[in-house]
Every structure is written in structure tokens, then in C-alpha cells.
T-cell receptor, first 115, second 111 residues
Framework: DAMVIQNPRYQVTQFGKPVTLSCSQT?????MYWYQQKSSQAPKLLFH???????NEADTPDNFQSRRPNTSFCFLDIRSPGLGDAAMYLC??????????????FGSGTRLTVV | DAKTTQPPSMDCAEGRAANLPCNHS???????VYWYRQIHSQGPQYIIH???NNETNEMASLIITEDRKSSTLILPHATLRDTAVYYC????????????FGKGTKLSVKP
């Protein structure tokens, strides 16, 4: 089945040590999103790629970066993780003209722990 | 910021209809209403969306008021597996707009 896959499901990293989370999709969707979800909170949009165009949310910290080498893959890089960055990180995809075709497809998320 | 207001929690008896309300009084004419749900420790799941007409699919029905300032998601026969946080989202920005999540409603389906 076409889907959005996030690896790993759980990631433990050390305070200050760079970490990369990955997302792949088989849906051939041109838009990919990264959300951060802290415990008991709603998902918060960090940034998205519309094709190769990167769009950062205004309040996303500089510590968070993203790469999209091709249509299928997108990476979230946290350059110097702090304790406050512990969260579930969700990847999502969508087609252009979202409203006619339906909603985003989310992956199962990567739960990041910072020690 | 999210443009929606939802009750923080609701209970529903198993087998009964669950009616989840959402207020979106500042919605614009071309903005769609989306509903997602998130079961614990999973990614959000798309349920349904609509503009001004009522919509129905295999999961749920969406009733949008004529003035579009509020909507109701209906799960016709709730099961224990429907226990989740339900998010009502107004998508702003047209076809390239993003989904900005509000706080959602925690629905608990009880035996």
C-alpha cells in the first residue's frame, strides 16, 4: 500500500548531538510537511516543501533544518537538540490542489528522546 | 493560529452516535473545514472535509451550518476504537495553505 514511512519509530539522542529523522513516501505527493507534537499538545507545523521549494514557519527555531533530496524523501535535522526538543515528529504529504482530493497523509511519527 | 474552537473532551456510549461540534466563526468563503483524528501515539488520520455542503463517507458525516460558522462531525455508531483526539481544522491560504491544528476534542467511547 502507498504510504508515508518514518524511521526510526523511536530515537534517543544526547543533548547537543545532531540527529536526523527521515521520512519517505510512495504516494508521489509533491508536498511534504514536518510537524512537532509535544506531549498532550496539538501538532505544530515546522516547515514544508512544495516540490523543491522550502517554506519555513515564522516561529520555527533555527536549530531545525530540513532537506528534500528527491520527491520520495525528506529529512529533519536537529543541529543541537535540547531537552525541550523531545517530542513526536510527524511527517505528512499531500497532493497539490488538496481541497479537491482530500487531506494529508501522515506517517506514524518518530518519538525523539533527548538525554 | 487555529481558527477553530472545540470542547476539550466528550464522552459517548458505545453503539451510539457521537456528535462533535466545532466553531469557526471567522471562516472565509473559500476555506474548507477538515476533520482529523489521532489515536494515542499514532499519526493523525484524515476523516472528512467539506466547504459548504454536508458530506458523508464511510467513516463519518460532516454537517456544516448554512452560515458556515460551525460544523458537526458525526460518527454514526461509535465503537471503542473511535476513542481518540478529534481535530477540526480550517485550512487557510487556498490550495497551498497548510493545516494548522487546534487543541481538538478528546472523545472517549465507553462500553
Amino acid at each position: 500500500d502507498a504510504m508515508v514511512i518514518q524511521n526510526p519509530r523511536y530515537q534517543v539522542t544526547q543533548f547537543g548531538k545532531p540527529v536526523t529523522l527521515s521520512c519517505s513516501q510512495t504516494l508521489n505527493h509533491n508536498v511534504m510537511y514536518w510537524y512537532q507534537q509535544k506531549s498532550s499538545q496539538a501538532p505544530k507545523l515546522l516547515f514544508h516543501y512544495y516540490d523543491k521549494d522550502f517554506n519555513n514557519e515564522a516561529d520555527t527555531p533555527d536549530n531545525f533544518q530540513s532537506r528534500r533530496p528527491n520527491t520520495s524523501f525528506c529529512f529533519l535535522d536537529i543541529r543541537s537538540p535540547g531537552l525541550g526538543d523531545a517530542a513526536m515528529y510527524l511527517c505528512a504529504t499531500s497532493r497539490d490542489s488538496l481541497d479537491r482530493l482530500g487531506g494529508y497523509t501522515f506517517g506514524s511519527g518518530t518519538r525523539l528522546t533527548v538525554v | 493560529d487555529a481558527k477553530t474552537t472545540q470542547p476539550p473532551s466528550m464522552d459517548c456510549a458505545e453503539g451510539r452516535a457521537a456528535n462533535l461540534p466545532c466553531n469557526h466563526s471567522t471562516i472565509s468563503g473559500n476555506e474548507y473545514v477538515y476533520w482529523y483524528r489521532q489515536i494515542h501515539s499514532q499519526g493523525p488520520q484524515y476523516i472528512i472535509h467539506g466547504l459548504k455542503n454536508n458530506e458523508t463517507n464511510e467513516m463519518a458525516s460532516l454537517i456544516i451550518t448554512e452560515d458556515r460558522k460551525s460544523s458537526t462531525l458525526i460518527l454514526p455508531h461509535a465503537t471503542l476504537r473511535d476513542t481518540a483526539v478529534y481535530y477540526c481544522i480550517v485550512r487557510v491560504g487556498g490550495s497551498q495553505g497548510n493545516l494548522i491544528f487546534g487543541k481538538g476534542t478528546k472523545l472517549s467511547v465507553k462500553p
